[in-house]
Antibody, heavy 121, light 107 residues
Framework: EVQLVESGGGLVQPGGSLRLSCAAS????????MSWVRQAPGKGLEWVAN????????YYVDSVKGRFTISRDNAKNSLYLQMKSLRAEDTAVYYC??????????????WGQGTLVTVSS | EIVMTQSPATLSVSPGERATLSCRAS??????LAWYQQKPGQAPRLLIY???TGATGIPARFSGSGSGTEFTLTISSLQSEDFAVYYC?????????FGQGTKVDIK
């Protein structure tokens, strides 16, 4: 069974940093692109970043470029999102998601339950 | 970036009835369109990709159609577990973008 479990969310002040983690199991983690997708409270979905199987390619939505860094450790079956210079508008539930090869790696077939990041003073 | 517009915002349907949800792209996305279902407090679930191909384990009552800029998700006979929010997502042009969602609730 595919499982994705996020952790690391919490309350942080504007300008602060936070590192999210996602533990993957039930599939060959190193064979898939992985993404982070977020959802602000009561709002829709926004793709944030994704990373290639070997970590050699990374892409970000413009609003987080230069502030967020996606990474992975295939030996630990783990995905990460380092977030810096956080803003109120980054407040959201952050989902870890496996990207499906059926969509060329650009849609997500399994999602974690999410971790809430709240940016507030 | 491509803007995805879903209609209606809310759809009230009785159990057993058909539901038809629409999604429009601001420019052609070919057939590179996915649909997701999200229930309150849960993660999204992939229903359809390639505009019309059902994802693994998705019941046959869910079907997708369309290409270019106009897409439809049809739920042939609504079950109680289908009341949820549905999102479309294009993956034709980077970055992937989602519609704002259609909430299907009980009439």
């Amino acid at each position: 069974e595919v499982q994705l479990v996020e952790s690391g969310g919490g309350l942080v002040q504007p300008g602060g940093s936070l590192r999210l983690s996602c533990a993957a199991s039930g599939f060959t983690f190193s064979s898939y692109w992985m993404s982070w997708v977020r959802q602000a409270p009561g709002k829709g979905l926004e793709w944030v970043a994704n990373i290639k199987q070997d970590g050699s390619e990374k892409y970000y939505v413009d609003s987080v470029k230069g502030r967020f860094t996606i990474s992975r450790d295939n030996a630990k079956n783990s995905l990460y999102l380092q977030m810096k210079s956080l803003r109120a508008e980054d407040t959201a539930v952050y989902y870890c998601a496996r990207d499906s090869p059926y969509c060329g790696g650009d849609c997500s077939d399994y999602w974690g339950q999410g971790t809430l990041v709240t940016v507030s003073s | 970036e491509i803007v995805m517009t879903q209609s209606p915002a809310t759809l009230s349907v009785s159990p057993g009835e058909r539901a038809t949800l629409s999604c429009r792209a601001s420019q052609s996305v070919s057939s590179n369109l996915a649909w997701y279902q999200q229930k309150p407090g849960q993660a999204p679930r992939l229903l359809i990709y390639g505009a019309s191909t059902g994802a693994t384990g998705i019941p046959a009552r869910f079907s997708g159609s369309g290409s270019g800029t106009e897409f439809t998700l049809t739920i042939s006979s609504l079950q109680s577990e289908d009341f949820a929010v549905y999102y479309c997502q294009q993956y034709h042009i980077w970055p992937r973008t989602f519609g704002q969602g259609t909430k299907v609730d009980i009439k």
